[in-house]
């Protein structure tokens, strides 16, 4: 059974997503154990400095990271994968034994800080989601590579 553990900013507003999690996490429960951590995002404005909102939030997510898990940044610029290839990362990754803590970054990215504290960074995809969108489509891509290493037919 994989550890995981998904690191957020903001919360959800709209029920719809709650739903979706739910359902998700529900699904995921006999094959993975995960804890979905939310910190709060940082406003900002027309005229605010994003580098310095997204620094502060780093602040926040390293204060989240636990010393020898495995970090995953979830990056416009990261690693693009097809589900079966996502499924053996996970597994590799996963049968290491260490818990696994995917970063979700808010509205305006991650600062480049976090670099330093990750193991890997990944793309869901070259178009651009709203990062509850995102954190949505993580939860499925967990569940989907789950089923497939379950031998499902869930892929096809």
Do not use: W
């Not at 996490?25 to 994003?50: C, D, H, M, T, W």
């Amino acid at each position: 059974m994989f550890k995981i553990k998904i690191i957020v900013l903001g919360k959800f507003k709209e029920s719809a997503y709650k739903e979706l999690e739910a359902e998700y996490l529900k699904r995921l429960s006999p094959f993975a154990k995960i804890k979905v951590i939310e910190l709060p995002e940082i406003g900002y404005g027309k005229n605010q400095e994003i580098e310095k909102i997204k620094e502060q939030e780093a602040e926040k997510i390293i204060k989240q990271l636990p010393e020898n898990g495995i970090v995953i940044l979830l990056e416009e610029k990261g690693t693009l994968r097809n589900s079966p290839d996502f499924a053996t990362f996970l597994e590799r990754t996963g049968g290491l034994g260490k818990e696994l803590i995917f970063v979700i970054g808010s509205g305006v990215g991650l600062h480049s800080s976090l670099k330093s504290y990750s193991n890997y960074s990944i793309s869901l995809s070259p178009l651009t989601f709203p990062h509850n969108m995102a954190r949505i489509l993580l939860e499925e891509q967990i569940y989907r590579a789950c089923t497939i290493l379950a031998g499902k037919e869930y892929h096809k």
